[in-house]
Nanobody, 120 residues
């Protein structure tokens, strides 16, 4: 059984920073891609940023230059550093990992989501 737990969301003012964390636990062999998505009520979930096992990063145009993604494989953890936050960044943020279990089963796993609210 694999679980992903996110943390770090909250209420901040425009221009502030937040760092989200997502830690995976369970029978993990290794993790390929780690990603963050976000979703507003009534809208489709959209990709914010993704990092591969080779540390190749891709960002949505709306967050380029403001958000940074990093990973710690020994801790099965991915971080999303969010700077210069805007009200448009208000959403529920979800992490997703594509990983192999110790029995070499491959699949996508999602966290439960963490709320980020940017408001003055």
């Amino acid at each position: 059984q694999v679980q992903l737990v996110e943390s770090g969301g909250g209420l901040v003012q425009p221009g502030d920073s937040l760092r989200l964390s997502c830690a995976a636990s369970g029978s993990i062999g290794h993790i390929d891609t780690m990603a963050w998505y976000r979703q507003a009520p009534g809208k489709q979930r959209e990709l914010v940023a993704v990092i591969t096992r080779l540390d190749i990063r891709k960002y949505a145009d709306s967050v380029k230059g403001r958000f940074g993604l990093s990973r710690e494989d020994d801790r099965h953890t991915v971080y999303l550093q969010m700077n210069s936050l805007k009200p448009d960044d208000t959403d529920v943020y979800y992490c997703k990992m594509n990983l192999f279990t110790v029995r070499w089963n491959n699949g996508d796993y999602w966290g439960q989501g963490t709320q980020v609210t940017v408001s003055s």
